[in-house]
C-alpha cells in the first residue's frame, strides 16, 4: 500500500506533521470500519492512525476533527487529532495519534474504566454560554431520523418507539457518543481511549449508556452487562429510575432488532438468545419482533 502524506491536500495539519511529512513513512493496515480504511502510520520513531472515508459513507469530518480537538483540549481520553483533508481521490481523510487496540477481553476494573469515561463525554460542558458555538462542532440530528432507519418500513417497531419516547421525553442536552462500544475503545498501558465520533451528537446520555449496556450484554454475556450497568449504577450522577432503565433498554433492543432486518448486524454464540430474554423480561417488549 501506498501513502503519500506530502501529496494530500491537508485542511488543517498541526506543525509537528508538516515538519516531517516529506519522510519517508511505514504503512500498517488495520481492520477496517464499515465507513473507512484504516493504517498505522509510523514516521520519525511515533505512530499515527489514518483513517480515510473512501466507502459510501461520508460524514463531515471537519466538524469531527473539530469535536475532538475540543474534546482532547478538555482532557476527555479521545486520540489526538493531528490533521484533516482530503487524498487524491477526494476522500476525506483524518490523522490522529495511535493509542492502542480495541479491548478484547473484559474484568470488572476494565468494565469501572469505560463506564467512566462515557459518564466523563456526558459532563462534557455544552450549551453553558448562549454563543452558539458547540454547534459548530457538535451535530444535532433527530433522533428518531438517526438512530432508526427505515423505521417507517416496520410498523411494530414504530408504534412501540412511539409510546416509549412519549414516556421518557428524549432530551438533546448533553454531548454523546452514539455507538460506545468494545471496538471503539482502545487499551494502551492501562489508558483508554474512545474512538470513531462519527455518531457524536447532542443527545440523551440515557440512550447512550442504554445502547452501550445492551451491547456488552448481548455480545459478551448477562453477567458483564450486569457489571457494567452496576458501574453506572454506582456513580453520584446516576439517578434513573427502574422504568427510565427499563424503557431505555426496551429502545435500545428495538434498534438492534430494526438494524438486523434492514442490514446487518455482527451475530457471534448466544447472541440471539440474549436478545430474546431481553425482549421477553422487559415489560416494553415481546419476543414476537424477533420474528419478522
Not at 142 to 162: G, R, S, T, W
Request: proline share 4%; charged share 25%.
Amino acid at each position: 500500500m501506498t501513502i503519500q502524506l506530502s501529496q494530500m491536500n491537508w485542511i488543517e495539519l498541526d506543525e509537528c506533521i508538516q515538519q516531517v511529512i516529506e519522510q519517508e513513512v511505514q504503512i500498517i493496515p488495520l481492520p477496517p470500519g464499515l465507513e473507512a480504511s484504516v493504517m498505522r502510520i509510523e514516521m520519525q520513531d511515533q505512530q499515527y492512525v489514518l483513517k480515510v472515508w473512501d466507502k459510501d459513507s461520508k460524514p463531515d469530518i471537519a466538524k469531527q476533527y473539530r469535536l475532538l480537538s475540543k474534546l482532547y483540549q478538555s482532557g476527555i481520553r479521545v486520540s489526538k487529532p493531528y490533521g484533516w483533508g482530503l487524498d487524491e481521490q477526494e476522500n476525506q481523510v483524518l490523522l490522529t495519534s495511535y493509542d492502542g487496540k480495541p479491548l478484547n477481553q473484559l474484568t470488572q476494573t476494565k468494565l469501572t474504566h469505560l463506564a467512566e469515561r462515557l459518564m466523563e463525554v456526558h459532563r462534557y460542558p455544552v450549551n453553558e454560554v448562549s454563543t452558539g458555538e458547540d454547534e459548530e462542532y457538535i451535530f444535532r440530528y433527530d433522533f428518531v431520523q438517526y438512530f432508526f432507519p427505515q423505521i417507517e418500513l416496520h410498523d411494530d417497531i414504530n408504534d412501540l418507539l412511539a409510546n416509549l419516547i412519549q414516556q421518557v421525553q428524549i432530551r438533546q442536552d448533553r454531548l454523546i457518543h452514539g455507538d460506545y462500544n468494545l471496538g471503539n475503545i482502545l487499551e494502551m498501558d492501562n489508558r483508554y481511549s474512545i474512538i470513531d465520533w462519527t455518531n457524536g451528537q447532542y443527545g440523551d446520555p440515557r440512550y447512550d449508556m442504554a445502547w452501550s449496556v445492551f451491547l456488552i450484554t448481548i455480545y459478551n454475556g448477562e453477567s458483564y452487562g450486569e457489571m457494567y450497568h452496576a458501574q453506572f449504577a454506582r456513580s453520584a450522577s446516576y439517578v434513573y429510575t427502574l422504568e427510565e432503565e427499563q424503557v431505555f433498554e426496551a429502545v435500545a433492543c428495538l434498534r438492534w432488532i430494526l438494524l438486523r432486518r434492514v442490514g446487518d448486524v455482527p451475530m457471534g454464540p448466544d447472541v440471539m438468545e440474549r436478545v430474546h430474554s431481553m425482549a421477553v423480561h422487559n415489560p416494553y417488549l415481546n419476543e414476537h419482533l424477533l420474528f419478522k
